[in-house]
């Protein structure tokens, strides 16, 4: 049974960081693309960022580039992603995702699991 397991979300004012993680289990993590989606109030799941299998690919949507980065360790089955410089705009619940392609994938229905999400709170 495949499980994806995020943590690290929190409050955080304006300006801070955050370090998301999502620790998998059930499946060979280094063959799985990674990817980070969010999903704020009112709002569609929208994607954030994506890894390939290797950590050497990552993508980014263009409203946290710059600031986020997505990293993974594959002795640990593990994904990150280390959100810097948080705006009231990017709280939302965050789900990690794993995706059985050996690129990286950008929209929701390329992933075939999901973590259950964090969240991710910031004030102004």
């Known amino acids: 049974q495949v499980q994806l397991v995020e943590s690290g979300g929190g409050l955080v004012q304006a300006g801070e960081s955050l370090r998301l993680s999502c620790a998998a289990s059930?499946?060979?993590?280094?063959?799985?693309?990674m990817g980070w989606f969010r999903q704020g109030p009112g709002k569609e799941r929208e994607f954030v960022a994506a890894?390939?299998?290797?950590?050497?690919?990552?993508v980014y949507a263009d409203s946290v580039k710059g600031r986020f980065i997505i990293s993974r360790d594959n002795a640990r089955n593990t994904v990150y992603l280390q959100m810097n410089g948080l705006k009231p705009e990017d709280m939302a619940v965050y789900y990690c995702?794993?995706?059985?392609?050996?690129?990286?994938?950008?929209?929701?229905?390329?992933?075939?699991?999901w973590g259950q999400g964090t969240q991710v709170s910031v004030s102004s």
């Open positions: 995702a794993a995706s059985n392609t050996i690129t990286v994938a950008t929209i929701r229905s390329a992933y075939d699991f």
């Open positions: 059930g499946l060979t993590f280094r063959r799985y693309g």
């Open positions: 890894i390939n299998w290797s950590g050497g690919i990552t």
